[in-house]
C-alpha cells in the first residue's frame, strides 16, 4: 500500500486528508468523495485481495480537490454561463460550448499546496515500486456512477502510461475538464442532473504492464440476453482501449457459473478474434501510447490461456457475489482485466454494478419479427448484433464528427448512424439515430454499450459498411435474428409482439423447447419450459464448424492443396483438425446446456443426409451419390461404419467433455435414424468405444422414433434406452409414403392423419408399459395446438415445440387439462 507521508504540522494532515487518500482507506461508503469507480475499487481492495484477488495499488484525489480548483481559478461563474446558452436542439451548439468550458479547466492553475500533496503522494507511489516515477493511470471517476436511473460508465477520461509530476498535473487537469464533454453535459441535461452537484475524482493507480499481455472487459452475465448465469470475457493483446474504442474485433470466451463453482471447467465458448492491432507504450518522450499491428502467429493465439479464462471467471464471480450481498439483490458487474506481461499476474482494474439487465422486469417480453419470407435477396450485409430490435432509416454516414463542420453537414433524428467506429464523443448524435452500424468493434465496444444503453439497434463489426452503404439509401436494420445483425435494402415490413409470461397458465404437461442454434439460447432461456427436446448436433456443424469431419481427419490424403489451405486457416488457434471439431461442437452443445441447466436437454446426434454433407466443406470428397437421400445412409447406420466410425467417434467425445469437463451433466443423448434393434446394439458399443455409457455418471439415451420399425418393435427397442422422442416430421413420410420434399404430394403431408396418431398412440402406451419416458419433437405440436392436445390426452410425457410456439402451446394445453389457473408455470 501507500507509504505513509510527514507533514509540518496538522493542518497540513488535514489539508492531504481532505484531498487525497490511498485507495485502499476508500469504500462504497464515499463514492461522494472518491466517485463511484474509485470507491468500487477501494472496497475489493479491502473486502477481496484476502480472497486473491489482485487489484494495483493507488490513491484517490478527492472530489473535494476539483471542487477547490474550481473556487481557486473561479470557474463555476464562468461555465454555468456558457452551458446556459448552450442550445440543446443543436449538436454543434454542444460542441461548441462543450469546448469553450474544457479549456478554461485545461488551462487552469491548481493552488499551490494541492500540487505539492498530489506530487508527494506520487513520489510516495513510485518508491514502493522502487522507481523514481513509476508509470501510472490516471483514471476520473464521477460522484453519480451508481446514481440507480442514469449510468454515467465511459463519460470522463482515463490516461495511460503517465511518468513524472509534470504530466501527471496535465492529466489531473484533464480528466477535471472531462466533466465536460459534450456527452456528461447532454447526459446531464436530459437526465435533469445539476452540473455542479456532480464532482469528479481522479485515481492514480499503478500501470499493468497489459502492453506486454493482455487486457479486456468482463461482465457476470450476458450483455445481450442478460442471461444470469455465466460470465462473458472480452480480450485482446495490449492495452485495453482498444477493446473499449472497437478498433479492434477481441477474442470472446464464455464461462457457466453453476459448474464453475463445483469445481468443472465450463468454457462453454471460445471465438477467435482479429486482434490485428494492440496499443502498447510509446518510444518516444512525448508519446504517453502509441498503435502498432499485432504479429500474425499471435492473431491466431487467443490472448488467455484456458486457466486464466477460469481464473478470471472466478474473481468475476466473487465480485459479483460480494456487490450482491452488499446491495441486498443481485448486483450483475462490468469488470475491466489486465494481463502483466512481465509478472504474468491478472489484476482487476476497475468494476462497476452492470446498469441495464439488472433492472429488467424478465417476465415483460417484447419481440421483434421480420415478415418478409423472401428477403434473403434484400441482403447488404452482416455485423454483431446489438439488441433485439429492428428499425428503418435514412443512411448517414460519418467518418467524424469534424465532416459536419467541413461539409455543413446535418444529422437528423431516424437516420441510422453508419461510420467506422465510435468513441464517447459521439453520444448525442447516438442517442438521436434510429440505429447504428460500425465498421469496426465487437460487443463490449463503446458503440455496443451506449446502444444498450438507449435501446437503439446497432450492428458492429461489420467490416466495409461505410463502402457497401449510400449516402440516404433506405434500409432495415434487424438485431432479431440471433447473434448475426444483418442489413436490408429498403424498408421491410416487420412486427412488434409483447407478452407477459407471469400471465401464463400453469400447466401438468412440461412443454419443452426446440433449439436450433447456440446463439439463439440465451434469448430463449427466460421461458418457463421444462429444458430441450431436441437440439441438432447437425446445426452445429453446418454454421459453427462447417468442415465435413472426415475432411478434418483425412483432409491430406486428398492430395487437395486448396482444401487443406482453407482448413489450415478455418482451424486457427486449435491444435489440430479433432481438436477443432470437437472443441467447436462440445461448446455448442454446451451452450444450449447451459441456458436451460439443470432441465434435461436432448441432443441428437448428427443426422446430415448425404447429400447435406456434401456440402461442407471437403464433402464431395466422401460422400455417396444417392438417388434417395432421405432413406439412404444417415442416422445411426453411419456411426458403426468404418469408413464413418472415426468421425462418429468425435461427436462422443464432445459429448463427454461437456458431461464430464464442464459438468453439464443434464445432457441427454438421442439416437436417429435407428432402423433395427440390432443396430442400435452396434451404435451402443461405438459410443462405449469411445466413452460414453448408458448409465455411467447419469448418462440416458434416447432413440428418435421417426421410423415404422421403431413403433412396431417398440418392446424390444425400449429394452435398450431410457426413452423415445417421437420426431413426427419422418414418421409422417413414412408411415403415408410421402416424400415430404415434393411439392406434388404435399397436400397430402399432415401429422393429423389417422394412420400416424394411431402409430403414436401404440407407442405410448407401449413406452408406458415398459417405463420408459415418451415425448416428441417434432413439427406437429409447434404447428397445430390441435395436435398437441391429442398427445396430452393420450399421456404424452414431454411435448417439445419451437420457441415462437411456445406461449400458444402452453394456453391450447391449458384449455384440456384441468388445472386451477396461477399466475406462472412452475419452475
Known amino acids: 500500500m501507500i507509504a505513509l507521508f510527514f507533514y509540518n504540522s496538522l493542518s497540513d494532515f488535514e489539508m492531504s486528508n481532505r484531498l487525497i487518500l490511498p485507495l485502499s482507506k476508500v469504500g462504497i461508503n464515499d463514492i461522494e468523495i472518491v466517485g463511484g469507480k474509485n470507491a468500487s475499487l477501494g472496497e475489493m481492495i479491502q473486502h477481496l485481495t484476502h480472497s486473491g484477488v489482485d487489484i494495483p495499488d493507488g490513491f484517490v484525489i478527492t472530489s473535494e480537490a476539483y471542487r477547490e480548483f474550481l473556487r481557486f481559478n473561479n470557474f463555476e461563474k464562468e461555465i454555468a454561463n456558457i452551458i446556459q446558452t448552450i442550445d440543446f436542439n443543436n449538436i454543434e451548439s454542444l460542441r461548441r460550448k462543450g469546448q469553450q468550458a474544457r479549456l478554461l479547466l485545461q488551462n487552469g492553475r491548481f493552488p499551490k499546496e494541492m500540487s505539492e500533496i498530489i506530487i508527494e503522494a506520487y513520489t510516495s507511489l513510485s518508491k514502493n515500486y522502487n522507481q523514481l516515477y513509476t508509470d501510472v493511470a490516471v483514471r476520473s471517476s464521477a460522484t453519480a456512477e451508481d446514481l440507480p436511473d442514469a449510468s454515467f460508465a465511459g463519460q470522463q477520461e482515463t490516461y495511460l502510461n503517465i511518468h513524472g509530476p509534470a504530466t501527471l498535473m496535465d492529466s489531473v487537469r484533464n480528466c477535471f475538464a472531462s466533466l465536460f464533454t459534450d456527452r456528461a453535459i447532454s447526459y446531464r441535461h436530459t437526465f435533469g442532473y445539476d452540473h455542479f452537484s456532480i464532482g469528479l475524482s481522479v485515481c492514480i493507480q499503478k500501470m499493468v504492464r497489459s502492453d506486454l499481455g493482455a487486457s479486456g472487459v468482463a461482465f457476470s452475465l450476458d450483455p445481450e440476453s442478460g442471461f444470469k448465469e455465466v460470465v462473458v470475457i472480452n480480450g485482446s493483446y495490449g492495452l485495453g482501449e482498444m477493446i473499449v474504442q472497437g478498433a479492434v474485433s477481441p477474442d470472446e470466451f464464455i464461462v ?17 478474434g482479429a486482434k490485428d492491432k494492440m496499443m502498447v507504450y510509446g518510444d518516444k518522450t512525448d508519446e504517453r501510447v502509441r498503435i502498432i499491428p499485432t504479429e500474425k502467429g499471435a492473431q491466431g493465439r487467443f490472448c488467455l490461456s484456458d486457466a486464466q479464462i477460469i481464473q478470471l471467471a472466478n474473481w468475476v464471480i466473487l465480485i459479483e457475489d460480494y456487490y450482491t450481498k452488499l446491495k441486498g439483490q443481485w448486483t450483475p458487474m462490468d469488470v475491466e482485466w489486465a494481463i502483466d506481461g512481465l509478472s504474468n499476474k491478472l489484476f482487476i482494474v476497475q468494476a462497476r454494478p452492470e446498469t441495464i439487465h439488472s433492472r429488467k422486469d424478465i417476465d415483460k417480453i417484447i419481440e421483434y419479427k421480420m415478415e418478409d419470407q423472401n428477403r434473403g435477396n434484400k441482403i447488404i450485409l452482416k455485423g454483431i448484433a446489438v439488441g433485439n430490435k429492428i428499425a428503418c432509416g435514412h443512411v448517414n454516414i460519418l467518418y467524424s464528427l469534424d465532416k459536419r463542420v467541413i461539409e455543413g453537414k446535418e444529422f437528423n433524428a431516424g437516420d441510422v448512424l453508419v461510420t467506422d467506429m465510435t468513441d464517447p464523443d ?26 444498450r444503453e438507449l435501446g437503439v439497434p446497432a450492428i458492429v463489426g461489420c467490416s466495409n459498411a461505410t463502402e457497401l452503404l449510400q449516402e440516404k439509401q433506405n434500409i432495415t436494420v434487424s438485431c432479431a435474428e440471433g447473434e448475426e445483425g444483418v442489413v436490408y435494402n429498403g424498408n421491410i415490413n416487420f412486427i412488434k409482439e409483447e407478452y407477459d409470461l407471469s400471465e401464463l397458465p400453469a400447466i401438468q404437461t412440461p412443454v419443452l423447447l426446440n433449439v436450433a442454434s447456440p446463439s439463439q439460447c440465451f434469448k430463449f432461456s427466460h421461458l418457463p419450459c421444462k429444458g430441450v427436446g431436441l437440439a441438432r448436433e447437425e446445426f452445429i456443424m453446418n454454421n459453427y464448424i462447417q468442415i465435413h469431419p472426415l475432411a478434418l481427419l483425412r483432409h491430406r490424403e ?24 470437437i472443441q467447436k461442437l462440445s461448446q455448442g452443445v454446451a451452450k444450449i446446456a447451459s441456458a436451460f441447466y439443470p432441465n434435461k436437454v436432448i441432443v441428437r446426434f448428427s443426422d446430415f443426409k448425404s447429400n447435406e454433407y456434401s456440402n461442407l466443406l471437403g464433402g464431395s470428397h466422401f460422400e455417396p451419390k444417392e438417388e434417395n437421400p432421405m432413406i439412404g445412409w444417415r442416422g445411426a447406420s453411419r456411426y458403426y461404419k468404418d469408413t464413418y466410425k472415426d468421425a462418429f467417434g468425435m461427436e462422443c467425445k464432445a459429448i463427454k467433455i461437456v458431461r464430464e469437463k464442464m459438468g453439464l451433466d443434464n445432457v441427454i443423448v438421442m439416437i436417429p435414424f435407428c432402423r433395427t434393434v440390432e443396430e442400435l446394439i452396434k451404435v451402443k458399443e461405438v459410443m462405449e468405444e469411445f466413452g460414453l455409457k448408458r448409465g455411467e455418471r447419469g448418462l440416458e439415451i434416447y432413440l428418435m422414433a421417426e421410423i415404422p420399425s421403431n413403433i412396431i418393435l417398440a418392446d424390444e427397442f425400449a429394452r435398450h434406452i431410457d426413452g423415445f422422442s417421437i420426431g413426427s416430421n419422418d414418421l409422417t413420410q413414412l408411415t403415408l409414403g410421402i416424400d415430404r420434399d415434393s411439392s406434388l404430394v404435399a397436400h397430402l403431408y399432415d401429422e393429423r392423419n389417422p394412420a400416424v396418431k394411431k402409430m403414436i398412440s401404440n407407442l405410448i402406451k407401449t413406452a408406458k408399459k415398459n417405463n420408459v419416458k415418451i415425448g416428441i419433437c417434432g413439427q406437429g405440436p409447434s404447428d397445430f395446438s390441435d395436435f398437441a392436445q391429442f398427445l396430452v390426452q393420450e399421456g404424452i410425457d414431454s411435448i417439445s415445440v419451437t420457441p415462437d410456439s411456445f406461449l400458444k402451446t402452453v394456453r391450447g394445453i391449458k384449455l384440456i387439462e384441468n388445472v386451477p389457473s396461477v399466475t406462472s408455470i412452475p419452475g
Not at 482453407?566 to 489440430?576: D, H, L, P
Open 256 to 272: 457457466f457459473k453453476p459448474t464453475l463453482k463445483e469445481n468443472f471447467v465450463p468454457i462453454i465458448e471460445k471465438k477467435l
Open 426 to 451: 459521439w453520444e448525442p448524435i447516438m442517442k438521436i439515430a434510429s440505429a447504428i452500424i460500425t465498421n469496426k468493434g465487437g460487443r463490449t465496444c463503446h458503440a455496443a454499450i451506449v446502444a
Open 558 to 581: 486428398m492430395n487437395d492443396r486448396e482444401l487443406t489451405r482453407e482448413i489450415e486457416f478455418r482451424i486457427a488457434g486449435f491444435t489440430s483438425e479433432e481438436d477443432f471439431f
